[in-house]
């Protein structure tokens, strides 16, 4: 299936699944993957009594506002600690982080607030969190391979598939700060990594001879990607060669399992008030995690017909902070609240009736069933009989249940470790990235371009003078097309460009994004310029030809440039920063 892999040189590939919520990393070594692609190694994480192959994406700095303290259930121990002591004020500890790169405009200096208000350049907090994980992972393999060396390792980083062009090159960006070489670096798009496992694993019984079986050639089905922040949701086809190929561009959006996190806490502050909670969150940070935790065990239990009511268990502290603000029990709160019905409050058990617990899902839910409709209408999901649930969430038996409920005549498939198929999958993808082979794109992407001047054509504002003559500027020369397919490894735009100055030592090409397929400037409303790419000039004159290439079918952009008169070719990411 595989027929390309990393190269020469690389004795293995490491992943870093960097979640909203939850990170980890898993690794191979070549040989275990010629082997069994499937035999994957991940770290195994302890917080407390807890043990998970992977950890809370938390992140805590010291006052010097460079050096990383630690990482994951570690960090949200040590903060707690600072906390209990007072001393947390100087100190920085930011968690579910990542969604900052979720629909905001980022760059390299964006900042990060962290819990207590202070801000950290993004860049700083992302490469800390990476280069932990990084270090950490070489530490682990060179226990299993004595003499490995770094840069006998091919990184992987995950990212959600809807994600733009700019958010994945700030993760390349943070990655190359934390140390990792860019050329021994891929960008996996968390959707496509999970169901690249699926396609090594048993998902479906073979109707012909009855034994477990991967998808079959010609399979179309849906990839629902849920995590902590994003849903993120891909079409795949399995083509004839056992690879995959996109057949609707990514969508998606911020309706992961934290949504279920805030309609909870926002149930807590409508009893207690939105700044009791704060304070408590504050100043009793272990406690607060803690209740956090208890309610993501809970969470992960629910399903659409669970009976009773469910426990969760109230922080003494919080209890106490409530009644002496109060002036009131919390039992007596709730007992006055239009919800004494349906919740009770026996010492420090909070008994919520399961028809409240799964209002905490509703909206989350609603968001994803109504969005998984809207893919099935369209024309090119016609022939989708499956959907393929991944992502830490989809582990939630609610969710599940609602998806089998709203979708009767789909297969749903929860593979088993659905939390761990995006962090083996990218390790799959790293030794063969060549797994996936068609994509579509999500955006219509166009060059900003000089022409010569036509005064029947265009208008006079864009009228440019220049040593070759009158030129038309910020032209849209149109290099792909929203929904267009895009052929891995393959240029999907081929132009020439000449200089228009005799002195001119620089072509600088802006790269520019719009939903809309009709253009004609890159001044048009919905135009966004994402980049530029400058190629240095040699000699003089107007004459000077650069042959200008584009690849779109991967996950990143990669730009190749060839100067005619020196042959001259470079080829590299396109950089959005």
């Known amino acids: 299936m595989c027929g390309q892999t990393t190269g020469v040189g690389h004795l293995g590939v490491a992943a870093i699944d960097f979640g909203t919520t939850y990170s980890g990393y898993a690794f191979s070594f070549k040989s275990q993957f010629e082997t069994d692609p499937c035999n ?69 200096n964006s900042m990060l607030e962290d819990e207590t208000g202070k801000m950290l350049p993004a860049l700083t907090v992302f490469s800390l969190s990476i280069r932990y994980m990084k270090e950490d992972m070489e530490r682990m393999s060179e ?24 958010a994945k090159n700030f993760m390349r960006l943070a990655a190359q700060k934390a140390g990792i070489d860019s050329a021994k670096l891929t960008i996996a798009l968390e959707p496509e990594a999970a169901s690249i496992y699926c396609r090594h694993i048993p998902v479906e019984i073979d109707g012909n001879t ?26 795949h086809e399995v083509c004839f060669d056992g690879k995959l190929k996109e ?10 399992g934290t949504m279920v996190d805030k309609e909870f806490l926002d149930f807590i502050a409508e009893l207690t008030g939105k700044d009791l909670l704060q304070r408590f969150k504050k100043d009793h940070m272990e406690d607060y995690l803690d209740l956090l935790r208890d309610f993501e065990i809970k969470k992960r239990k629910t399903d659409s017909n669970s009976q009773g009511r469910v426990t969760i268990k109230l922080p003494l502290t919080f209890m106490d902070l409530v009644e002496d603000n109060k002036g009131q029990t919390i039992k007596h709160i709730v007992k006055s609240s239009h919800y004494a019905n349906m919740a009770t409050l026996s010492g420090d058990k909070f008994r919520l009736d399961y028809n409240i617990f799964r209002s905490f899902f509703k909206k989350s839910v609603d968001n994803i069933v109504s969005h998984v409709k809207y893919l099935l209408f369209e024309q090119e999901t016609a022939g989708v009989d499956t959907i393929l649930m991944v992502g830490g969430f989809s582990e939630s038996p609610l969710l599940t249940d609602t998806i089998q409920r709203e979708f009767p005549r789909m297969k749903v498939i929860v593979p088993k470790d659905a939390g761990l198929a995006v962090m083996k999958g990218a390790v799959i993808f790293g030794h063969c990235p060549t797994l996936i082979k068609e994509r579509v794109s999500k955006y219509t992407y166009g060059i900003e371009a000089i022409d010569r001047f036509d005064r029947k054509v265009h208008p006079l504002n864009k009228l440019h003078k220049t040593d070759k003559g009158n030129m038309c500027r910020e032209i849209f020369d149109l290099v792909v097309k929203s929904g267009e397919k895009l052929r891995v490894d393959e240029p999907h735009f081929e132009r020439r460009y000449s200089s228009v100055n005799v002195d001119q030592y ?18 048009d409303i919905g135009c966004k310029n994402i980049g530029c790419i400058d190629v240095p000039l040699s000699g003089k004159g107007t004459d000077r030809c650069v042959k200008v290439r584009l690849y779109f079918g991967g996950t990143e952009i990669i730009f190749e440039c060839e100067e005619e008169s020196t042959g001259i070719v470079t080829r590299n990411v396109v950089n959005l920063m």
């Open 40 to 108: 994957i190694s991940a770290k195994t994480w302890t917080g407390g009594q807890l043990q998970s192959l992977k950890a809370p994406t938390c992140v805590l700095i010291k006052p010097d506002r460079t050096t990383l303290e630690t990482f994951g259930f570690d960090a949200e121990t040590r903060y707690s600690q600072l906390c209990e002591t007072g001393e947390h004020t100087q100190w920085y500890y930011f968690q579910r982080f990542k969604m900052l790169l979720w629909k905001k405009e980022i760059n390299k």
């Open 143 to 166: 226990k299993q391979l004595c003499g490995i060396h770094p840069g006998d390792i091919h990184w992987v980083i995950t990212v959600p598939a809807i994600w733009d062009d700019s």
């Open 210 to 235: 009855g034994l477990e079986a991967s998808f079959r050639v010609g399979k179309k089905f849906i990839v629902l990607d849920s995590g902590g922040g994003t849903i993120d949701i891909t079409v």
């Open 247 to 256: 057949i609707y561009k990514a969508t998606g959006g911020a309706w992961g």
């Open 506 to 523: 620089y072509l600088s090409l802006s790269l520019y994004t719009t939903t809309n397929n009709d253009v004609k400037f890159v001044t």
